[in-house]
């Protein structure tokens, strides 16, 4: 079945660094876009980054010139590479994918941005 488990999350300061990465299982990975979707206390979940299959990206205007999204079809893996964080990136991160029959999700990865 299909799997996607994240890591990488944690705590770091402002205008710090983190990578994050999603192993994906269950599926042709290298035929199918992936996405990185957040969501903080109170709020809805937001898309963050999306990358096609021949790796064509798309950004949330909030995390454009900080996040970079990327993927190793070798390795089943979707990275976010995120840069210059601020305190409003605390969030839950998802891994996501979907199909013409469903949507699937990751069991999601902290990120806490805070001195």
């Known amino acids: 079945q299909v799997q996607l488990v994240e890591s990488g999350g944690g705590l770091v300061q402002p205008g710090g660094s983190l990578t994050l990465s999603c192993l994906a299982s269950g599926f042709t990975f290298s035929t199918n876009a992936m996405s990185w979707y957040r969501q903080a206390p109170g709020k809805a979940r937001e898309l963050v980054a999306r990358i096609t299959s021949t790796s064509i990206t798309n950004y949330a205007d909030s995390v454009k010139g900080r996040f970079t999204i990327s993927r190793d079809n070798a390795k089943n893996r979707v990275y976010l590479q995120m840069n210059s964080l601020k305190p409003e990136d605390t969030a839950l991160y998802y891994c996501?994918?979907?199909?013409?029959?469903?949507?699937?999700w990751g069991q999601g990865t902290q990120v806490t941005v805070s001195s």
């Open positions: 996501y994918r979907s199909d013409a029959l469903r949507m699937y």
